[in-house]
Each structure stands twice: as structure tokens, then as C-alpha cells.
């Protein structure tokens, strides 16, 4: 088991430039969520999809904020335009919900930073 | 609203002594997950144990293992024969399981293990 990939580990770009960040979720996984850690706000959900489709996208900050999944195993988030207050570090997590195994998985994430 | 305490943002443990970090939460209801997570410096978030509320019988996971006390809604970790890889921090995570996909973290307790 790969666990889950993310991609790039690090980007750096400048403020109003787009921003993609790609999450594969663990293989057999239905639940996947995006989170931001920041030191000011500790770790928040962005979105969670739930076989593939979004339910609940709350959390995500602004209109410049949109996530995808357009099948079982490929997520993005994408940022559009970047403001330097979106550095950050972005993880995708999934789980295998409604079957009995609450377990989350992380990925190693990818650090933003926007200048 | 579901909330997690971590009281103690940072701790330091003596290579090979036992260490306990604290955990409490709030919560009306009477069956849910309470997790640890470690977070290394290389960023990625790690299951360390896991509780389910309706077993009486704590987790343990080799060095790790939890004194869950539900009526208390305390919910600690200890982590026996500390080794410099335990240096991280930590995060108490709690989820109400169901169709509540949340997980609420609490803000980390920072663990250092010196030689």
C-alpha cells in the first residue's frame, strides 16, 4: 500500500498566479478530505468528498478555492488567483467511511508558499 | 459543538523514561473515535492509536498505548521507552463516527525527546 500521495511536496509561486495541488487517495478508499495546517489556525477541512462527489466544502476560504475529484483515485485543489495568506501546508487525508474504519490517512502534503 | 483540549504545548522526555500527554474533549455523545496523530518534522501526519469509545479496554499499539477515561472525557497517551524518533508533535483527534465525517484536532502538544 502506497498511502496517499500528494503532489508537489513544495511550491512556491507568486501572489495571483493559479496553484494545482493533486492528492491519490489510498486504493479502496471512499472518503477523501483536503485540510490546511497553519500555525495561526492549526489544522482545518477544506472540503470532503464522499465517492467522489463533494458534501460538504464549508471550509473552503473563497471563491478562489475549488476542488475536483474526478474519479476514485485522483484529487486537485486548485487556487485561483494565490494571495500570500494562503501559505500554508495542505494535506489530503482518505478513509474507508461507513464500513466500520474511521482511520484517516494522511499524505505528506504540500507546502505553499506564496510571495 | 465538538471541542479537543490539549493542555501542554510543549513537553520534554528523556530517552528511554515513560511520558503521558494529556487530552480532553467535549462531546453529548455516547459512542465515537479518539485518535493520536504524530507529526514529525518531515511534515506527515501518522496515525498512532486509536480509541473506540464504547471499549472499555484501552488501546495499545507497542510503545503506545492510551488511559481513556470516558466519564472524564480524558483521553491521554503514553509512550513508554521514549526514542529521539518519538520527537514530534501530536495531535488528540476526536470524531463522532456516523454521518459526522469530521475529525476535530486539538492544537498539539510539542513532544521532544533528548539523548
Known amino acids: 500500500d502506497a498511502g496517499v500521495i500528494q503532489s508537489p511536496r513544495h511550491e512556491v509561486t507568486e501572489m495571483g498566479q493559479e496553484v494545482t495541488l493533486r492528492c491519490k487517495p489510498i486504493?479502496?478508499?471512499?472518503?477523501l478530505f483536503w485540510y490546511r495546517q497553519t500555525m495561526m489556525r492549526g489544522l482545518e477541512l477544506l472540503i470532503y468528498?464522499?465517492?467522489?462527489?463533494?458534501?460538504?466544502d464549508s471550509g473552503m476560504p473563497e471563491d478562489r478555492f475549488s476542488a475536483k475529484m474526478p474519479n476514485a483515485s485522483f484529487s486537485t485543489l486548485k487556487i485561483q488567483p494565490s494571495e500570500p495568506r494562503d501559505s500554508a501546508v495542505y494535506f489530503c487525508a482518505s478513509s474507508r467511511r461507513g464500513q466500520g474504519d474511521e482511520k484517516l490517512f494522511f499524505g505528506s502534503g504540500t507546502q505553499l508558499s506564496v510571495l | 459543538a465538538q471541542t479537543v483540549t490539549q493542555s501542554q504545548p510543549e513537553m520534554s522526555v528523556q530517552e528511554a523514561e515513560t511520558v503521558t500527554l494529556s487530552c480532553t474533549y467535549d462531546?453529548?455523545?455516547?459512542?465515537?473515535?479518539l485518535f493520536w496523530y504524530k507529526q514529525p518534522p518531515s511534515r506527515q501526519m501518522i496515525l498512532v492509536i486509536r480509541?473506540?469509545?464504547?471499549?472499555?479496554q484501552n488501546a495499545t499499539e507497542n510503545r503506545f498505548s492510551v488511559n481513556f477515561q470516558k466519564a472524564a472525557k480524558s483521553f491521554s497517551l503514553k509512550i513508554s521507552d521514549s526514542q529521539l524518533g518519538d520527537t514530534a508533535m501530536y495531535f488528540c483527534?476526536?470524531?463522532?463516527?456516523?454521518?459526522?465525517?469530521?475529525?476535530?484536532f486539538g492544537k498539539g502538544t510539542l513532544l521532544t525527546v533528548n539523548p
Open positions: 480509541q473506540e469509545a464504547y471499549k472499555q
Open positions: 483527534a476526536y470524531n463522532s463516527g456516523g454521518s459526522n465525517y469530521k475529525l476535530t
Open positions: 462531546t453529548s455523545e455516547s459512542n465515537y473515535y
Open positions: 486504493s479502496g478508499h471512499n472518503s
Open positions: 468528498f464522499n465517492n467522489n462527489v463533494p458534501i460538504d
